[in-house]
Every structure is written in C-alpha cells, then in structure tokens.
C-alpha cells in the first residue's frame, strides 16, 4: 500500500507540473502530438472532434480520439478488436503483419452514424465501421473485396456514397446506400490521371492519401506527394462535380508536414490536420491555419507551418494518450485501458489481471524464437521530446529458457529482462541497433524482484535511448550499451514500450508485472 500512495503522489505530481505549465503557455505548439498517430483523419460533431489514426498491426487497432479544442486529445474507442484471426495477425507460423495490418483510415459522420473505414493488404479487403455511440460502441463490421489504397469515404449531398482511392492516378468507385458493398453495376471512374502533377515531374512517392470534403459546393481532394530530392508536400484539387474536371495546385511545402485535410472550428476558423516523419518516434500531427483566398484553401503562414497555434496550450499526452497504470482494476472497468495495444492478436488465454492482484501476468504457451515474434507483447507509444517508461518485474514463476522485461519495440529493437537458463537468472540486455539482436550485458541476479527502466530521447531526431535495472526500485545503474533508434519501413511505425514474456525452453511459466509508469518531458517540443 505504501508503494502505491507514493507511486500515485509522484504521478500526481507529474500531471500537476504538466497543468502549471499549460497556464504559464497559453498558447499550443506544433506538434500538437508529439508521438506516432499517422494518417489522421479528423471530424467535428457539434463542437467535439473525433479523429482516427493508423496503428496497423496493433491489436485493438484504428483507435478513436475526442478532444474539444484540437489539441489536447484522449483516445475513447477502436474501431475493431481483431481485424482478422490470420495467421500474419496472430503472429503463428512463422508469419508477421508488421508494416501491414489496417492503414490509413477515414472517418465520417452521416445521419447520426459514425463510419470509421480503412484497408488491409493483410485481409485483401475494404473494411467499414460503424456505431451510433463513438465512444461506448458497439461496433459494427463490413467488409469487402478489394483493399482500396488510401480511400477517402464521402457522402454527397444526393444520397449516393463513394470512395476516391489510389496512387498517382486517382480513382472514384460508388458504394451502394447502405454502405456494404460496392454499388452492383457500377464502374471505377479515373477522376484525375496524374494527381501529383502539381508537385512537378519528378516524383519519387505518387500522390496518395485522399481526403475529400465538399464546402460550399465544391469539392476538394487533399493528397501526400513527394518529389524527388525534396520532401512531402500536400496537393490540392478542387472541382464542381465528384467526377470532374479537377484542377490542382501546390498546397503546402514546408518541414514535409503533408497529408491529412481540413477541418473547421465553430468560430468559423480553418485548419488543416497533417503529420511529419519525426523519426523513430513516428509520424507526429501539427495543425496549419488555413485562410481562404478565391476559393482555395491557403495554408499555413506565409507558406511555413508556425511553431505556435492560437489555441489553447497543450496540456501533455498523459493520460489521454499514454499513461501509467498500476493493474489494478475497480469492478466495472475494462482490464486494460486504451493506451494499451498488443503487438499483434493477443493470446487471451494467455494473460491475466485476476490470478493476482495488482500483476499484469504473461504466461507463456508456446516456444518462440526472438522477440519480434513472441505472441502478447503489451505496448503503449513513446513521446518525446524525452519520456522514460518503467516497470517491476517478479521472475519467481518464469521457467528454464524463459525471458521476460521491457523492451522498446521496432526492428531495431531494445530489451532489458532476465533470461532464466537452469536453475540461474540473468539480468541481460539486448541491442539490435543494426538490425540483428546482440546481447552487450549479462548480470547475474539473485532475487525475485527487479526493475527496469528505458530513457528514449528524440528531441532533434537524436533517437536514442538508454536503459537501466534496479534492485530496490530507487538506485539505477545503467545496463548494457546505448540503442540507436531508427525507423524502419519493414514495421513502419514509432517505438513503443513493450511488456514481454516469452519461452525459448519449456511452457507454462509465468512473469508478474507490477507496475508501468511512464513519464515525460512536457517543457518544449523542437
């Protein structure tokens, strides 16, 4: 009990510092999210935004965030549970989602439905959403054959429904009214031969990303493009008719802040809603001013995305976007919160919140070779500029050949955790920095309780971290090697910490987490 009160006062004093600094700067900063919420697509119902984001291979996946001021959100729901009980997705046979999964997602408000729509490659299908209550759910699923690329899903004002999807040629395919099939008899239309035209000839990514809105009787398509030697740069059409003619010009091209779109604040201000490659933290949001000049959308400042918005401050990411937990649960609550997403299909056999109070239990049910394939790996965002994630770790129960710890997952991968080989416990740490995992630390350890601790700096793309273990929970001494954190394109997302626990030797041992505490730096974002 004493270990709790002063773990709750500590992270009380955390939220109260990150308050005082949301008063002392009454202004928000770009990134509004520093942290990997890529391919945003975003909503406002009344004065309440609603925005969806890509997660991929994470399971629960496409999650759902609420905010009122467009800056400081909090993830409310997910779209799906299990996108699909594959093996890619279950991570069995030797098979991996990881760069797959579900992408970028589209979501839309029509006649008190919220529609939430993405693709997968890992299913080969179109799959659509849908709930009257975004926050509580329940949810419901459709899906379709084929996979449309980046598709952006509109309702028109005539009742008929559509999807504009693709990559450099632009195409616009009609759905049926009740929004599960495409429309029988209808045909794909090529709406725009070369869409990243504006951008100039030399391109190296082809426009993709489509997002369409209508305003004021016309209709504009925002889309990602990158030309060679440069950076990603945000494309813009506009036309009369859904099927065109469409003209296009250059939108924004700064910082490679692109692709994402519009949306508008009941005070009758416009932004748009983009995200920049950042690194091994991910792709991180900002918002850009829009004003309006004969009949364009005319973002950012003089051309530049501004460091500094006129609203309100941003109050930090914990806990609406990460946040630390105890695991221990009040009757009535779900067994895990939000923040929490498991690489791949969990194993629900397999983990526990019940068999003892206060744990996160991983029981291992199968032999696996490596990290990256280890089944019910538990993970929550890093954030920068600077975070530190941590945990307490009972290894009384793990077998011969198991390994259990923290870990910050990607490619690149870092693990501290113990490794039991006979009747010995090692604390050991792992560096896959170049890719290949190279243990560069091996301590001996005679106890049943140790802690680790991982310290990820991304400020100016630095993208390293450090990692610690602890005896007492108090002092640290550091542990093997610093990681170079990379973004990878074979898993195409952020870091994440992860809980783990897997078995090399024997099943049916078992790890007990006591706690994840994770903090950040909250004072400026560079």
Not at 364 to 386: E, H, K, M, V, Y
Not at 412 to 417: E, I, Q, S, V
Request: charged fraction near 20%; glycine fraction near 10%.
């Amino acid at each position: 009990m004493k270990k709790y009160i002063i773990r709750s006062i500590t992270f009380a004093a955390i939220l109260f510092v990150g308050f005082l600094h949301g008063q002392e700067n009454q202004t928000a900063k770009n990134p509004v999210i520093f942290a990997d919420v890529p391919d945003m697509s975003m909503i406002r119902v009344g004065n309440t935004y609603y925005m969806s984001s890509t997660t991929m291979h994470m399971s629960p996946g496409v999650p759902i965030m609420k905010s009122n001021d467009l800056v400081n959100w909090k993830l409310v729901s997910y779209a799906y549970d299990t996108l699909i009980a594959n093996d890619a997705m279950n991570l069995t046979n030797g098979k991996s989602a990881y760069g797959r999964g579900s992408w970028a997602s589209c979501i839309r408000y029509h006649k008190g439905t919220f529609y939430v729509s993405t693709f997968a490659q890992t299913s080969g299908k179109t799959h659509i959403y849908t709930t009257k209550n975004i926050e509580k759910g329940p949810w419901k699923e459709v899906s379709f054959a084929p996979a449309y690329h980046d598709h952006s899903l509109f309702f028109d004002d005539d009742g008929r429904v559509y999807l504009i999807y693709g990559v450099g040629k632009l195409k616009l395919v009609e759905l049926n009214e009740d929004v599960t099939k495409v429309k029988p008899g209808t045909t794909e239309q090529i709406i725009i031969e070369n869409a990243s035209a504006p951008a100039g000839t030399n391109i190296n990514l082809q426009a993709e990303g489509s997002q369409l809105f209508k305003i004021n009787g016309k209709y504009y398509l925002f889309n990602i493009t990158w030309p060679r030697g440069g950076m990603r740069t945000v494309v813009i059409h506009r036309a009369d008719k859904i099927t065109g003619p469409w003209e296009g010009k250059l939108g924004l091209q700064d910082l490679g802040v692109a692709q994402g779109g519009l949306i508008n604040m009941p005070n009758g201000n416009w932004y748009a809603y983009l995200f920049r490659d950042y690194g091994a933290v991910g792709r991180i949001p900002y918002l850009v001013p829009v004003k309006w000049e004969d009949g364009w959308p005319v973002l950012g400042t003089n051309g530049k995305v501004p460091e500094t918005l006129d609203l309100p401050a941003g109050k930090g990411l914990i806990p609406g976007i990460v946040a630390p937990d105890e695991f221990t649960r009040k009757k009535g609550r779900p067994a895990l919160p939000l923040v929490w997403q498991w690489n791949h299909n969990p194993d629900n056999n397999l983990w526990s919140l019940k068999e003892r109070k206060g744990f996160l239990r991983l029981k291992t049910g199968r032999l696996d070779t490596s990290f990256l394939f280890a089944r019910n790996s538990l993970t929550q965002r890093t954030i920068g500029p600077l975070c530190t994630g941590s945990t307490s770790l009972d290894v009384s129960s793990m077998k011969d050949g198991d390994f259990a710890g923290l870990g910050l997952l990607q490619k690149n991968y870092g693990l501290a955790g113990v490794r039991i080989n006979g009747n010995s416990r090692t604390i050991v740490m792992i560096n896959a920095s170049t890719g290949k995992g190279e243990e560069v630390a091996a301590i001996p350890l005679t106890q049943n309780i140790v802690f680790f601790k991982a310290e990820c700096n991304f400020t100016n793309k630095k993208d390293t971290a450090n990692f610690f273990y602890s005896l007492d929970g108090n002092n640290w001494t550091a542990l093997g090697t610093p990681l170079k954190m990379a973004y990878t394109i074979p898993q195409f997302m952020g870091y994440r910490f992860a809980l783990f626990n897997y078995a090399t030797k024997n099943t049916g041992g078992f790890a007990d987490f006591d706690y994840f505490h994770i903090n950040a730096n909250i004072s400026g974002q560079k």
